[in-house]
DNA sequence: GGCGGCTGAATGAATCACCATTCAGTTTTC
DNA sequence: GAAAACTGAATGGTGATTCATTCAGCCGCC
């Protein structure tokens, strides 16, 4: 009978469980950092048994990493979209810090395992953080190249230079964000002031 | 003969050891991490036995915070120094820009361990760095206040919000330096072109 | 001046708490 | 009732920290 039921438990319960075990993950890596957490913890958080956990990531880094692909990919997915459209590259640049430090902003605990955790391990940060981190980089500084190339940006600075510097201020002020208040509102008050801090620099004149 | 011969061997010894260590800390740490790092290669590194380490040091956590209060406490330093001269602002800051990469450009493990190995603690990192962290951002904030005051800098911007993302920025541009391929011209011309934006950015029409 | 004894820095092997991972057994699903 | 999913106690490896021991240098006594 049902053939498949209300929807699916079997297919559906698997990647429910992997979710919930990811989330709970974010929530004690962020409190406690990734090293300090054990195991057990983000088994109790995610209502399953410590083997569970195993059923579904090959390791506790394998639980690091997921976290961070599943973010960082759907990031710069999304970026790369914004990227490639044909607004005026000003407005491009806008919309890319809005979208960083607003897909964020609802996901404090997330952003703070992206800003923080990462770097835990400098194996993680060297093997999956360094390559995903450069591909950020180079979308932002095409991004600022096409700007430059169209005139529309002054040529004399270094894009993949002005890319680091834009990633870094984001990232510098997501962890304070992350570490202290928390407020949305300065959140995105912050995005707009930065939006426009770097772009007057950029502007040419 | 030699009254007490070459210098002195006990009172010099001990704080000469306490430096070995930091530095060898400093050197393993980058390379492979703090959690990654045992304390013997710490020991072994410095030239010292195990226990050695324990005499100077009440654990492996207090070698990481003494590595780092020391670096951050000496920029500290010189950073309020700037800030607090007679300068025209917009020198400030780049005498600043150039400061913070300068100091770390001959020493590439010591902006590792600061820039990485810092975050590995949730604990170490809200406890020592947030504070410090804090301190400098307020220092920064403080210089661009000044030039908002005086009109040399645009009013429409929250000062804390440009300090954030100008730190941000240097340590983004550092991460990649310490991560890549750390070619010391790089970061000085990297430097240059930051202060060039952040200044454009910020200037009063 | 040289000798016996004292001090405390240094050592590194042994301890032991800790925790990721496993797997034999149980429950759930179909 | 077989297979799949799950459980959580037991295991084993690891590595920070300890501490009994060594020994270099120093003192004061003869």
Not at 47 to 53: E, F, L, M, Q, R
Not at 98 to 106: A, I, K, R, T, V
Not at 124 to 150: H, N, R, S, T
């Amino acid at each position: 009978m049902v053939i498949h039921s209300a929807a699916n438990k079997r297919k559906s319960s698997a990647p429910d469980k992997r979710d919930r075990i990811l989330k709970a993950a974010v929530k004690v890596f962020a409190k406690n950092g990734f090293y300090a957490t054990r195991v057990s913890e983000i088994a109790k958080a995610a209502g399953v048994a410590d083997g569970t956990i195993y059923l579904y990531f090959k390791n506790k880094d394998d639980v690091l990493i997921s976290i961070f692909e599943d973010g960082i990919q759907r990031l710069l997915t999304i970026l790369r979209k914004v990227a490639a459209s044909d607004d005026r590259v000003e407005h491009r640049i806008t919309r890319i810090i809005e979208l960083q430090l607003g897909l964020l902003e609802d996901q404090r605990d997330l952003a703070e395992v992206i800003t923080v955790n990462l770097r835990q391990s400098s194996r993680l940060l060297k093997q999956y953080a360094a390559p995903l981190f450069m591909e950020y980089i180079e979308v932002l500084a095409g991004v600022v190249d096409e700007g430059q190339k169209q005139g529309t940006f002054r040529g004399d600075l270094n894009s993949r230079v002005v890319a680091r510097a834009l990633f870094g201020a984001l990232d510098g002020i997501l962890l304070t964000w992350a570490l202290g208040d928390a407020d949305p509102q300065a959140l995105r008050k912050a995005a707009s002031h930065c939006a426009n801090l770097f772009l007057e620099g950029l502007k040419e004149r």
